[in-house]
Nanobody
Framework: QVQLVESGGGLVQAGGSLRLSCAAS??????MGWFRQAPGKEREFVAY????????YYADSLKGRFTISRDNARNTMYLQMNSVKPEDTAVYYC?????????????????WGQGTQVTVSS
């Protein structure tokens, strides 16, 4: 059974850092990513990473502050969040296995986790 389990969320002060993890089980994935959903807002793309062919891709607004990475030996993906802002407050979701090339759309992905809450205080 395929599972994606996020962890690492919590409360952090503005300007601080947080690292989210997504542990995958049941199979390995070429492409994994992160999305987030703030209260009262639509779910939005954060970043994705691919193993074959390499490469990472970020939402323009998050470049320079967030870094996506993965440890294939552990089948785990990470999201390092630096210089966080109150507007980064959201539930962060791990996703995997896109069905087509539209990798910035949540609906493209076959698997997703339950999410982890990140709250940034001002």
């Amino acid at each position: 059974q395929v599972q994606l389990v996020e962890s690492g969320g919590g409360l952090v002060q503005a300007g601080g850092s947080l690292r989210l993890s997504c542990a995958a089980s049941g199979r390995t994935f070429n492409t994994m990513g992160w999305f987030r959903q703030a209260p009262g807002k639509e779910r939005e793309f954060v970043a994705y990473i691919s193993w074959i062919g390499g490469g990472t891709y970020y939402a323009d607004s998050l470049k320079g502050r967030f870094t996506i990475s993965r440890d294939n030996a552990r089948n785990t993906m990470y999201l390092q969040m630096n210089s966080v802002k109150p507007e980064d407050t959201a539930v962060y979701y791990c996703v995997a296995a896109p069905r087509n090339s539209e990798r910035t759309r949540f609906e493209t992905y076959t698997y997703w986790g339950q999410g982890t809450q990140v709250t940034v205080s001002s």
